[in-house]
């Protein structure tokens, strides 16, 4: 069985930093790119970053880049997202997935596998 867990997520302050993590089981995804994506309360889910299967290509959403940070792991098979600067309206539910392509992608409708998500929540 296939599996995204992610982890690392938390009540934080305004600019503080945390560094989300996404562990795959159940098989290797070092040829797949993998993404991070957000959903707000009421709000769409939304891409945040992505990464390629060998670090070559790497998006942002424009509204995180300069504070956020994706890289990864093969050899672990996990996937982080390092988050600093937060703000209020960084506040979501983070999930990772896992691309069924080796290049980096912003769309959702380009992942074949999702975590279950975990809380970021940013206090002013």
């Known amino acids: 069985q296939v599996r995204l867990v992610e982890s690392g997520g938390g009540l934080v302050q305004a600019g503080g930093s945390l560094r989300l993590s996404c562990a795959a089981s159940?098989?290797?995804?070092?040829?797949?790119?993998m993404g991070w994506f957000r959903q707000a309360p009421g709000k769409e889910r939304e891409f945040v970053a992505a990464?390629?299967?060998?670090?070559?290509?790497?998006y942002y959403d424009d509204s995180v880049k300069g504070r956020f940070a994706v890289s990864r792991d093969n050899a672990k098979n996990t996937v982080y997202l390092q988050i600093n600067s937060l703000k209020p309206e960084d506040t979501a539910v983070y999930y990772c997935a896992a691309d069924r392509s080796r290049w980096a992608r912003s769309t959702p409708g380009s992942y074949d596998y999702w975590g279950q998500g975990t809380q970021v929540t940013v206090s002013s």
């Open positions: 159940g098989r290797t995804f070092s040829n797949n790119a």
């Open positions: 990464i390629g299967w060998n670090d070559g290509t790497i």
